[in-house]
């Protein structure tokens, strides 16, 4: 997320949010998730969070039981459109 934010220094505030809620909240299921981040998606076997007003997209692993959540990537949305990340 840093690397990306150095780069796209808009994202870096917006980051730092999602980063804030996922540190703080409680989340057992894609619901409770989606209730927090209306924006997100679950594709194939990861969650894509809409991040900076759809201007950024974060994709991600989740163990639900164990709270943990991997970034997998951090994209502009022109990258991810291009599906490279599959």
């Known amino acids: ?29 894609f619901a409770q998730l989606k209730a927090t981040f209306a924006g ?17 997209r974060l994709i991600a692993a989740i163990a639900f039981q164990a709270q943990l959540l991997w970034v ?3 994209l502009t949305h022109q990258q991810y459109d291009k599906g490279e990340w599959k």
């Open 1 to 29: 997320m840093r690397e990306f934010a150095e780069v796209h220094t808009a994202a870096n505030q917006p980051l730092q949010d999602f980063r804030h809620l996922i540190e703080h909240g409680t989340y057992g299921s």
């Open 40 to 56: 997100l998606d679950k594709v194939g076997d990861r969650y894509v969070f809409n991040i900076g007003g759809n201007k950024y």
């Open 72 to 74: 997998k990537a951090v």
